[in-house]
Antibody
């Protein structure tokens, strides 16, 4: 059974940093592209970032480019999102998602809440 | 890149069919057959219901079907059941610069 479990969410002040982790199991992690998708409270879904299986290709949405860094450790079956210079508008539930292809997300984690507030 | 356009709400009675539209442009929905639909119950993670316009993942009931015409994709739920009440989001691949875009979501109510 495919499982994705996020951790690392919490309350952070504006301008601060936070690192999210996503631990995968039930599939060959290194064979799959992975993404982060977020959802602000009461709002819709927003794609954040993508990383290929080998980590050789990485993409970001314009809203986080230059502030967020996606990475992965295939030996640990783990995906990460380093978030710096956080803003109030980054407040959201962050989901890691397995990417079937072309940003089709066939499995999602339960989400990690990130709250940016003073 | 603007979000894809979905109606904010849709409704139907048990057993009926309902169709939710997802309108994009010739740069996204109209150009690529990588349109997906996700179901999200309150407080839960989204679940993939349809991918590549009309394909169903294993385990998704065949009451759910997808189609596309021009710049508009559609999700049809037939034989509505109470558990179908949820938010539904469409998405489309957009290409190498913007990558992908979601619709604003449609709240489906089973009357």
């Amino acid at each position: 059974e495919v499982q994705l479990v996020e951790s690392g969410g919490g309350l952070v002040q504006p301008g601060g940093s936070l690192r999210l982790s996503c631990t995968a199991s039930g599939f060959t992690f290194s064979s799959y592209e992975m993404d982060w998708v977020r959802q602000a409270p009461g709002k819709g879904l927003e794609w954040v970032s993508y990383i290929s299986g080998s980590a050789g290709t990485i993409y970001y949405s314009d809203s986080v480019k230059g502030r967020f860094t996606i990475s992965r450790d295939n030996a640990k079956n783990s995906l990460y999102l380093q978030m710096n210079s956080l803003r109030a508008e980054d407040t959201a539930v962050y989901y890691c998602a397995r990417d079937l292809h072309y940003h089709t997300f066939d499995h999602w984690g339960q989400g990690a809440l990130v709250t940016v507030s003073s | 890149q603007s979000a894809l356009t979905q109606p904010p709400s849709a409704s139907g009675s048990p057993g009926q069919s309902v169709t939710i539209s997802c309108t994009g442009t010739s740069s996204d929905v109209g150009r690529y057959n990588y349109v997906s639909w996700y179901q999200q119950h309150p407080g839960k993670a989204p679940k993939l219901m349809i991918y590549e316009v009309s394909k169903r993942p294993s385990g998704v009931p065949d009451r759910f079907s997808g189609s596309k015409s021009g710049n508009t994709a559609s999700l049809t739920v037939s034989g509505l059941q109470a558990e179908d009440e949820a938010d539904y989001y469409c998405s489309s691949y957009v290409g190498s610069n913007i990558h992908m875009v979601f619709g604003g979501g449609t709240k489906l109510t089973v009357l």
